[in-house]
T-cell receptor, first 110, second 117 residues
């Protein structure tokens, strides 16, 4: 079993739709959580960090449930430019490596 | 430099040859990570350094793989006696030192596409 698991996807949604991605992690010692975005043939880039109280950045909302070891990402009013692979990422205490999930691919259709 | 720089961008090598992949992290970044990424998959951890010290090499597939960061800046990932199964995108990332380690972002380079023929 992978340490970080995500919805297998792909997700194909129309413009303007709301889409939610789910992620679970197995290492209860994980301390930091992130969502990265990766465009085709490009490097992963940080989309947003995920805080315990949940956080929002424009159309993007991230939630963390430590008890269930579950992370989510909600994208509202999807744009064509949101088409990408979304990677769920965890990290342990200071200085440990970042653990990536397999990614969920999103295609927003006109 | 402004970002993480990896070289070469593309490398084609014959089976059995050794290859060295280079990573130049963002200036001042203490931590440096090596990942391997197959098409359609997330980055798979190989090894990482804090300064010049290799902290974790548990992700290296076998003893043909090694990495070093002798002066705490540039790092080299070396693959000896390459095999076709080593073909992949190799990515390097770096991050700032953070006392708590919380919410410290990893910045990735553009990667080296290795093809073993």
């Amino acid at each position: 079993r992978k340490e970080v698991e995500q919805d297998p996807g792909p997700f194909n949604v129309p413009e303007g739709a709301t889409v939610a991605f789910n992620c679970t992690y197995s290492n209860s010692a994980s301390q930091s959580f992130f969502w990265y975005r990766q465009d085709c043939r490009k490097e992963p880039k940080l989309l947003m960090s995920v805080y315990s109280s949940g956080n929002e950045d424009g159309r993007f909302t991230a939630q963390l449930n430590r008890a269930s070891q579950y992370i989510s990402l909600l994208i509202r009013d999807s744009k064509l430019s949101d088409s990408a692979t979304y990677l769920c990422v965890t990290r342990g205490y200071y200085g440990q490596n970042f653990v990536f999930g397999p990614g969920t691919r999103l295609s927003v259709l006109p | 430099g402004a970002g993480v720089s990896q070289s070469p961008r593309y490398k084609v090598t014959k089976r059995g040859q050794d290859v060295a992949l280079r990573c130049d992290p963002i200036s001042g970044h203490v931590s440096l990570y090596w990942y391997r990424q197959a098409l359609g998959q997330g980055p798979e951890f190989l090894t990482y350094f804090n300064y010049e010290a290799q902290q974790d090499k548990s992700g290296l597939p076998n003893d043909r793989f090694s990495a070093e960061r002798p002066e705490g800046s540039i790092s080299t990932l070396t693959i000896q006696r390459t095999e076709q199964r080593d073909s992949a995108m190799y990515r390097c990332a770096s991050s700032l030192s953070d006392r708590t380690g919380l919410n410290t972002e990893a910045f990735f380079g553009q990667g080296t596409r290795l093809t073993v023929v």
